[in-house]
């Protein structure tokens, strides 16, 4: 069984990191997804740029594209794409033509700011 | 507790401190008071915090101490005095502080921020003054920091500021929830001050950059902590986007011997690419909205130079465009000027000439408008009248490094005047542009 680990955090307190801190974070996770590399177990890795960079597109039909990240508490995260695409029109296109196969809810558009793919065979 | 415990608590209250201290202030309506309220909440959270681990809710526990530890003092000085509204101090913090902290009415929080912003870009502080003001009071810099980003001295700085609050609380400010047309004057003052703020730390000259790299990073922090309140304003999210952009080039831009490194000269690798993906995202998003202003047409410009991995594959037509919309909105011959480097890219230095020539009497005192004529007349080869730009140009400078990049180009003109075929200078000259 596949698990996905979503890293949640405070933003303000996060975007208040100096580089410092934010690098040392970032190395001490390193050590852990390099243990888990090592073993085979490590699938993509991503983070995300911040919250405002989102728009989130609501599955009505016609489908509604809202600025700011998706905050809906009565639904709950059921998955996630990832997707190479040219610019926010491009990805917004791409969420759309999903948002015609799956009705109601929304999609969250949020560029990654670093992807590593690992290494789990397909 | 560790240093690193003591590193982590302070990024927290950083965090907080716009949040908290723009309620304090709304409870108080005198800034000093706010501001001491905030300190002592953070004296007892640097206490309490290692102990009982961070609340869940960092600016609403500073925000309820605050408030009782000014509540008792106030109690302490002047038994007599009445409490405000109908608050209760609580001596016993550390059991009360959850249950009330949770009570806090969260929906007051925009504007709390927003109004402590106002508060700091007041129309009747002069620009520094603004500045200054906002670094203490909102981004909670110490006097010395914001004296080192500013090179003046210790004193001279906390004079500043003691003036900025004084000239504000003498012309009162409304505390009441702004309208709907009185907060977008509030937001477009508060952005301008943001980007008042980048400026300041952006124009530093090489030897200074350093130093006055926290001002762009703070800017950029305060930039986003806008965008969060304020999701749907594209203006807003074409500030972001312009100083991500901008500041995406900082470790591009100076030589290691602090002199100046052109656009077309930098090294593209260099850029920060996460800020860039940023800004990108942005100022994609701002578009959606088809109501363009200033900061977006400006961060478009910033992005068609960051979408170009070479400088070959800046589309300098699309930057003349948006130069002439800038102008449109926002007309100024220094933007004349910036959309001449771009005319003279697609359509000639002519061309280029023909545009800023009426500006001089406008720019007589503007070092880059020497230097920029400079250019335009050494690529027509016109190389004495461009010799006399140029003079005018170093005459004007306001920093050694800007003095430097144009002595570059006299050494370039003296080298493309010699005969052809004295060491292949002419030849170098002419690849070099």
């Not at chain 1, 610019?87 to 969250?108: I, Q």
């Not at chain 2, 509030?186 to 130093?211: C, H, K, P, Q, W």
């Not at chain 2, 996460?274 to 900061?295: C, N, Q, V």
């Amino acid at each position: 069984m596949l698990y996905a680990i979503l890293c949640y955090h405070d933003e303000d307190f996060v975007g208040s990191w100096s580089k410092d801190q934010d690098e040392a974070v970032m190395k001490k996770l390193a050590v852990v997804q390099e243990k888990l590399t090592s073993q085979g177990r490590l699938g993509p890795v991503a983070r995300l740029l911040p919250t405002t960079a989102a728009a989130t597109l609501r599955k009505e039909d016609p489908p509604l594209v809202l600025d700011g990240p998706y905050a809906e508490t009565k639904e709950q995260l059921l998955g996630f794409y990832i997707v190479d695409c040219k610019n926010l029109d491009d990805a917004l296109d791409v969420a759309r033509d999903l948002g015609a196969a799956n009705p109601g809810g929304a999609y969250e558009v949020r560029p990654v700011g670093v992807f590593r793919p690992g290494g789990i065979p397909a | 507790m560790s240093e690193t415990d003591t590193a982590w608590i302070e990024t927290a209250l950083t965090s907080a401190r716009p949040q908290a201290v723009g309620a304090l202030l709304r409870y108080f309506r005198d800034l000093d008071t706010a501001e001491e309220a905030f300190q002592n909440a953070c004296l007892r959270a640097l206490k309490t915090w290692p102990q009982n681990g961070p609340p869940r809710d960092p600016a609403a526990w500073l925000i309820m101490v605050g408030r009782n530890v000014a509540i008792d003092e106030v109690r302490r000085t002047r038994k007599q005095q009445p409490l405000p509204e109908d608050d209760q101090a609580i001596s016993d913090l550390d059991d009360a502080e959850g249950a009330l902290a949770d009570r806090l009415d969260g929906s007051h929080y925009r504007d709390d921020i927003l109004r402590l912003m106002f508060i700091c870009c007041h129309p009747q502080l002069p620009a520094t003054q603004q500045i200054a003001l906002a670094l203490r009071i909102v981004s909670g810099l110490t006097v010395k920091q914001i004296a080192r980003a500013f090179l003046v001295s210790d004193a001279a700085m906390e004079q500043r500021i003691t003036r900025a609050k004084a000239k504000v609380a003498e012309a009162g400010t409304p505390f009441e929830t702004p309208g709907a047309v009185e907060r977008s004057e509030r937001l477009a003052g508060v952005a301008a001050m943001i980007y008042l703020i980048f400026n300041e730390g952006y124009s530093a000259s090489g030897d200074t950059a350093e130093l006055r790299k926290p001002l762009c990073e703070e800017a950029i922090r305060l930039a986003r902590l806008l965008l969060r309140l304020f999701q749907s304003e594209p203006e807003i999210m074409g500030l972001t986007a312009l100083i991500l952009l901008q500041h995406a080039r900082s470790a591009a831009r100076f030589a290691a011997d602090g002199s100046l490194i052109l656009l077309d000269d930098q090294d593209r690798t260099l850029w920060n690419g996460t800020m860039i993906a940023e800004g990108l995202a942005l100022i994609d998003k701002a578009m959606r909205h088809r109501r363009s202003g200033p900061y977006q047409i400006q961060a478009a410009i910033a992005a068609l130079h960051a979408r170009a991995s070479t400088p070959d594959e800046t589309d300098w037509t699309q930057i003349d465009l948006l130069y002439g919309a800038l102008e449109l909105v926002q007309p100024s011959p220094v933007v004349t000027l910036n959309r001449a480097v771009a005319v003279s890219k697609v359509r000639g230095p002519q061309a280029a000439l023909d545009l800023i020539e009426p500006l001089a009497p406008k720019l007589a005192n503007y070092f880059h408008f020497y230097g920029v004529r400079g250019a335009f007349l050494m690529q027509l080869g016109r190389n004495d009248e461009a010799r006399i730009a140029f003079d005018r140009a170093i005459a004007l400078a306001n920093t050694s490094a800007e003095a430097a990049h144009i002595r570059m180009h006299i050494d370039r003109l003296i080298r493309d005047s010699q005969p052809k075929g004295a060491n292949g200078g002419a030849r170098q000259g002419a690849k070099a542009k």
